[in-house]
């Protein structure tokens, strides 16, 4: 990959609790929930896919900060964790905004978010088709909790647009 060349990778948190009376914000992971972000942090740490994530960007509810630490207990390694309210309950422009803002000395950036905003942004990037066709198929067909896009682009994250990036690959890791 060029020097120039980043790495994106957008995770839907894993399945939560549905809990009558608790506010969203607060719900926690169900026991899948945690099963599945402990199984896609050990997709994540396997040493054939060199991922090394510089950063992480996180909403603040406790579903997506449970599983970042499901990721963490399956092996991923991270250099960076911001926990970021405007990734809780934002759509894809607003969480494009928050990306742009992330320094160029960042190759590599986990997003843990929500549906829509996740889905909608991992599709608006890739939408010019480019990456694995499978991939796209997945992606096109549905977006569930634990699904992950690992998206490429070049340039610097300021400049990142809808269709200028590229899908490498979409997967929904389950325990």
């Given at each position: 990959?060029?020097a120039?060349?980043?790495?994106?990778?957008?995770?839907?948190h894993?399945?939560?609790?549905?809990?009558q009376?608790?506010?969203?914000?607060?719900?926690?992971?169900a026991?899948?929930?945690?099963?599945?972000?402990?199984?896609?942090g050990q997709?994540?740490?396997?040493?054939?896919?060199?991922?090394?994530?510089?950063?992480?960007?996180?909403?603040?509810s406790?579903?997506?900060?449970?599983?970042?630490?499901?990721?963490?207990?399956?092996?991923?390694s991270?250099?960076?964790?911001r926990?970021?309210?405007?990734?809780?309950?934002?759509?894809a422009?607003?969480?494009l905004?928050?990306?742009?803002e992330?320094?160029?000395?960042v190759?590599?950036?986990?997003?843990?978010g929500?549906?829509?905003?996740?889905?909608?942004?991992?599709?608006?990037?890739?939408?010019?088709?480019?990456g694995?066709?499978?991939?796209?198929?997945?992606?096109?067909?549905?977006?569930?909790?634990?699904g992950?896009?690992?998206?490429?682009?070049?340039g610097?994250?300021?400049?990142?647009?809808?269709?200028?990036?590229f899908?490498?690959?979409?997967?929904?890791?389950?325990?």
């Open positions: 990959m060029p120039t060349g980043r790495s994106l990778l957008l995770l839907r894993s399945k939560a609790q549905q809990v009376g608790l506010p969203d914000r607060d719900r926690e992971l026991p899948r929930g945690r099963d599945d972000a402990l199984v896609a997709w994540l740490s396997d040493p054939s896919r060199a991922l090394a994530l510089d950063l992480v960007v996180c909403s603040t406790e579903r997506t900060r449970q599983t970042l630490l499901g990721l963490i207990a399956g092996g991923v991270v250099s960076d964790v926990f970021d309210e405007r990734v809780y309950d934002a759509g422009t607003s969480l905004k928050v990306l742009r992330v320094p160029d000395s190759n590599t950036v986990l997003m843990i929500h549906a829509p905003g996740i889905p909608m942004l991992a599709t608006a990037l890739a939408l010019d088709g480019a694995s066709t499978e991939a796209i198929e997945r992606l096109t067909k549905g977006f569930p909790t634990s992950l896009a690992i998206l490429g682009f070049e610097g994250w300021a400049a990142l647009a809808p269709e200028k990036a899908l490498r690959e979409f997967v929904v890791p389950r325990g």
